[in-house]
């Protein structure tokens, strides 16, 4: 039967899973796996896995219970190896990657911050800030058919949006990084200019938060920033 993979550990952290059970209907049993130097916490694979509420809270529920006790390497839900042997030989090849990985992220967690501004105060912005296109709103008010003119004012007006998006994004990231020992920038989303992940010590949980914070209030309504968090590590493994 195929694995189920959830975490990957040392293999002397603690393997407290009384109480807890894995995914699939019936719950799977957990186990673990592993080397002299680290461990898998699998279970068996359902052979109709779904990411039903169930299974993703059970998935969720293991990561909190080995992060608590020590550096985890958590596993997106799903991850699914031929069976047992593959995982431990996984785990003997990748040896020494895993380890350094699992020393990065000792005491440490994830905070994702998704930051948006309003559509309408960037767009007068952009129009206060430029004759050019000033000057291209007025002759296609006052003259529809100037479809040339419409086309390079859209232009304009899209270039200038992906430029200040850019730079406020660098600026949110650099003025945040301080408090985290790295970050990871993802793809924007299509109502948010920034989408990045920090990875942060878990004593500077509540600081790192506090300058969130203190960032939105510096910027005003007119931009949200969301931050999720704490979560496991996955941007950083």
Sequence with gaps: MSTYIYAITSAEHPQNLQ??????????????????????????????????????????????????????LPMRFGLVGPDDGSVESVLEENKDAYAERLAELNGCVEYNLKAAREEDDLLREIVAGSAEIQRLREVSREHPEAQEEKVRLGELVSNEVQARHEAEARDLVERLSGGAQRHSVAEPTQSHFLNVSFLVRREDSAAFA???????ERRGDVYSLNLHGPLPPYSFV
């Design 210 to 216: 506090q300058s969130v914070h203190e960032e939105a």
């Design 19 to 72: 109480g807890l059970s894995g995914v699939g209907e019936p719950a799977g049993t957990l186990r673990t796996v592993g080397t002299k130097s680290l461990s898998a916490v699998v279970s068996d694979a359902p052979e109709d896995l779904r990411a039903k509420r169930r299974d993703l809270a059970a998935h969720q529920a293991v990561l909190e219970q080995l992060m608590a006790d020590g550096a985890t």
